[in-house]
């Protein structure tokens, strides 16, 4: 009776963070039943499907791009010694702090026709015209791949390496034993071992990826999110909008679904040792200095050239753009991103642990609904936000006005609805990274609490969020940074004369001259710097 | 959960107070344009200006508000959005003899909803070195075969280019209009890409001969070091000056229905319309001022004297969704 009462608890618990999260987007898909489909059939008979292939093309590429630099990247780093790998496992996580539009402008400045590398080449070789030779165009699908790609590989990095520590190192030792190479071992072992944590990351890189907003307009790439962001603001219509965010979600749902179809009768649970002190694998020689190459290369295209970029803007433009201002913006900013790392982390631990010990049909329901927000782009999320909130807001003032009370906008127009907004779109990173970690927990440990008469939730707190406490921090961290950047929907729900690091930043970018704002696009990029040391300590210290 | 709480009150409790000596703006005019006049008014009336400042989405969020908003004002950057929150109802009638003297009838609303601040035209960019200056050009010209592969623009969707496909229909019909936009993508030299500083740069390093761009930016590249050198490679052409005119957008401003400062509202609008101001936007964003008589910047005047299209915007605004569509029809942007 009393595990049956629990039980439900926990199940209160996950459906109601599951439905409230999911709410907005049910508003919006509300919303696109409404009114005629003119809109969206004009769509449909003209450029909805380059819209629909350039959303798919851009996400694949974006997903086997971040697998072909995260995957050797998080390898190499947790499984092998070479020079300066302790500098790159905690360097190679830096690009993460880059909002992707400040990576994108600055290798547009750089590479574009008008740019310093080509004008530099038209002098050496003395071309005239863009006839006179070939450059590969940046502002295009591959480039906008390559871009987002290098901001985004750090989750893959970052959640593969977890994973890699994670495992029992004995595993790939006795596959040594086995005689398998360190390729063999590579594919045959931690790849497989792995596969969830890697899917999760990939189905986050995706959903970034579809939800990007700023990069492929800035590149003049159309996809589903630009579309969005025309029928809503160029035919103005809500309805047509929701319409192809629905068709958005449907891409990511069959998505989702064909990973979770393809690994329906896999388990793995392994939680016994970490890495030790000394690696598995001692490069040397060649391989040793290949691999540090192939780091330096990562860090040096995905971080210090952008991030030296910013720096000569800042020192060029300084007097422009110094502003005494940026410390109350990211103060701002980091308050927000503090409140809603823990908020995220806390439904999320819920949620997992109710898919887990859930007797009942569809457990992973919830964290599924709940992990929706992702895929909405900025802006439209920032709508599908104030539909609900303004509707509640609306009848509680109605409710009161008998009694003449007013709360006028207490939710909409404070800092409460960037904070909703947030955990509605960034739930679903604390989601995956905190189910993969769980995932690893074998269930006899589960059995081992009970039998000794713990009861769910002080198996919970005594089992499971000690072993947790590395995917747990994963996950605030990948929050923190991303809320740090996140943008659209701070433009739109942020109360009067509330600004962030980003909404400052993007003011100039928006109008191309990030010169102006160089000193609080790298402000954001420190202010990233501070998770980033604090997860990596931790993890130094397990390992 | 007590600390998560009260972690939101003290978030929440960061929201400014609403004093009545204020005017809350919405706007889509950035920062660096709009805070010096803000300022000035703010000093000269001792009214404080509050300010959310988005490019997208700040009507939808007016509308869904409703009578609750905090906005008084909306500042926008072009026609159609004046004349959309309109359509909406979402605006109250500016009744000011003030306003009525300083803006012209052609750049107010009939009926008073919206009134215009500056005006911005919409311009053709030509090479110096390559092609010279152009003063018989016209819109149409942009389709001419002969200018293959040497047109950069911006994208079809963008506001500015919206109007300019709005003005073309209404002044040349669908059929015609679809013709010319086919054209104008069959001359280009690169997919639209950019804003318009961005075109005025591809004209320099030779990617293209003509670009379409609205004036003022012209202006900004010339104050800025690094930037001088694109902005000195082009002509600024004033298109149509053989027939019609120039295509001509405006920034404007609405008061909202439901502002609970709709007297402040006002007086901003009155302020900025009246000569200071007005002077102000001519001198800080090289915008051509509404009031009449107000000197132009040395610069912006320097590019001389042009004739207007003088085709009503409530006109041209009605064509807009079908110059989007047309644009969507022969895939401009892709």
Not at chain 1, 46 to 74: F, H, R
Not at chain 1, 422 to 435: D, K, L, N, Q
Not at chain 1, 518 to 538: D, T
């Amino acid at each position: 009776m009393t595990n049956k009462f629990k039980l439900s608890k926990w199940q209160l618990f996950a459906w109601s963070t599951g439905l409230i999260l999911s709410a907005p987007l049910f508003f919006l898909l509300f919303e696109s039943l409404q009114g005629s489909s003119e809109v969206f059939s004009h769509l449909w008979d003209t450029v909805l499907w380059d819209y629909i292939t350039n959303t798919v093309l851009l996400v694949l590429g974006v997903c086997v791009l971040s697998c072909a630099i995260a995957l050797p990247l998080g390898w190499l780093t947790a499984y092998c010694s070479f020079p300066g790998k302790k500098q790159f496992e905690w360097a190679l996580m830096l690009p993460l702090a880059m909002p992707t539009y400040i990576i994108a402008y600055v290798y547009t400045d750089l590479l574009d026709y008008a740019g310093p590398v080509q004008i530099a080449l038209r002098e050496w070789f003395g071309w005239q015209s863009p006839n006179d030779y070939w450059f590969f165009d940046i502002r295009t699908l591959p480039g906008a791949i390559v871009m987002i790609a290098l901001v985004l590989y750090p989750y893959l990095f970052l959640i593969f390496k977890t994973a890699l520590r994670e495992q029992s190192f004995k595993l790939v030792q006795a596959s040594q034993l086995m005689g398998l190479s360190p390729w063999q071992s590579f594919f045959k072992v931690s790849l497989v071992l792995s596969r969830g944590a890697i899917v999760a990351a990939l189905a986050l890189i995706s959903m970034e990826t579809m939800a990007d907003f700023a990069t492929v307009s800035y590149f003049a790439v159309s996809t589903l999110t630009t579309a969005v962001y025309d029928t809503w603001f160029g035919y103005y219509s809500l309805t047509a909008a929701a319409k192809i965010s629905g068709v958005m979600l449907l891409l990511l749902f069959l998505a989702l679904m064909a990973e979770r179809f393809s690994r329906r009768n896999q388990s793995v649970f392994e939680r016994q040792s970490s890495v030790n002190s000394e690696s598995l694998y001692v490069l040397k020689g060649k391989s040793a200095w290949l691999a540090t190459a192939f780091c330096s290369f990562i860090l040096f295209i995905a971080f210090v050239i952008p991030i030296a970029v910013l720096i000569n803007y800042a020192i060029t433009y300084f007097d422009k753009a110094w502003n005494v201002e940026f410390f109350s913006y990211a103060w701002q900013s980091l308050k927000v991103a503090g409140v809603v790392s823990l908020i995220t982390i806390t439904l999320s631990v819920f949620v997992v642990f109710y898919q887990r010990v859930a007797k009942q049909a569809y457990p992973l329901i919830p964290g599924r609904l709940a992990s929706t927000g992702y895929a909405l782009p900025g802006t439209v999320l920032a709508i599908a936000v104030l539909l609900p909130l303004t509707l509640l807001e609306n009848t509680i003032n109605t409710a009161l006005e008998p009694y003449n009370l007013d709360i006028g906008l207490l939710l909409t127009g404070s800092i409460f609805t960037i904070i909703i907004a947030y955990i509605v779109r960034f739930y679903a990173i604390a989601h995956g990274a905190i189910e993969s970690s769980f995932l690893r927990i074998s269930p006899s440990l589960d059995m081992a609490s009970q039998s000794m008469g713990k009861s769910q939730g002080q198996t919970l707190r005594l089992v499971h969020l000690p072993l947790l406490r590395r995917g747990l921090l994963t996950a605030a961290l990948l929050v923190f940074i991303e809320c740090m950047k996140e943008l659209p929907a701070a433009l739109l729900l942020r109360p009067f004369n509330f600004e962030s690091l980003a909404t400052h930043v993007f003011q100039y970018v928006s109008d191309e001259q990030l010169e102006l704002a160089s000193i609080s696009a790298l402000f954001i990029v420190i202010v990233g710097f501070i998770p980033l040391y604090f997860i990596n300590r931790s993890m130094e210290q397990r390992s | 959960m007590k600390t998560v709480f009260t972690l939101f009150l003290g978030l929440s409790a960061s929201a400014p107070a609403f004093a009545s000596d204020v005017v809350n703006i919405y706007s889509f005019r950035q920062p660096f344009l709009i805070q010096p006049i803000l300022d000035d008014f703010t000093k000269q009336t001792g009214i404080k200006t509050n300010v959310v400042f988005a490019k997208k989405g700040l009507i939808e969020r007016v509308k869904r508000e409703g009578k609750h908003s905090k906005a008084d004002l909306v500042l926008t950057s072009n026609f159609s959005a004046l004349i959309q929150l309109e359509d909406l109802k979402l605006t109250q009638t500016i009744k000011s003899d003030s306003v009525n003297n300083n803006v012209p009838a052609a750049f107010r609303d009939g009926d008073g909803q919206w009134v215009a601040l500056t005006k911005r035209v919409r311009n053709v960019y030509s090479s110096k070195e390559r092609i010279g200056a152009l003063p018989k050009l016209t819109y149409e010209d942009l389709a001419d075969p002969k200018y293959k592969g040497q047109i950069c623009t911006r994208s079809g969707k963008h506001p500015y280019n919206l109007g300019l496909v709005a003005s073309m229909i209404a002044h040349h019909g669908e059929a015609q209009t679809k013709e010319w936009l086919e054209g104008v993508k069959a001359n280009l030299a690169r997919k639209p890409q950019g804003n318009d500083r961005a075109q005025v740069k591809a004209v320099k390093e030779g990617l293209c001969n003509l670009a379409l761009g609205n004036s003022y930016y012209l202006g900004k590249m010339l104050e800025d070091k690094e930037q001088k050198g694109w902005a000195e490679a082009v002509n600024i052409n004033f298109p149509n000056q053989v027939n019609r005119g120039s295509h001509i957008n405006v920034s404007g401003a609405v008061i909202t229905k439901y502002a609970k400062n709709p007297e402040n509202a006002l007086k901003l609008i009155e302020y900025m319309t009246d000569s200071k101001a007005q002077n102000m936007y001519a001198s800080l964003n090289m915008e051509y001022p509404v009031k009449s008589g107000v000197e132009l910047s040395s610069l912006v005047a320097s590019w001389g004297s042009f004739k207007e299209d003088s085709l009503p915007l409530d006109e041209i605004s009605k064509y807009r969704p079908l110059a989007l569509k047309l644009i969507d029809e022969v895939k401009f942007d892709l």
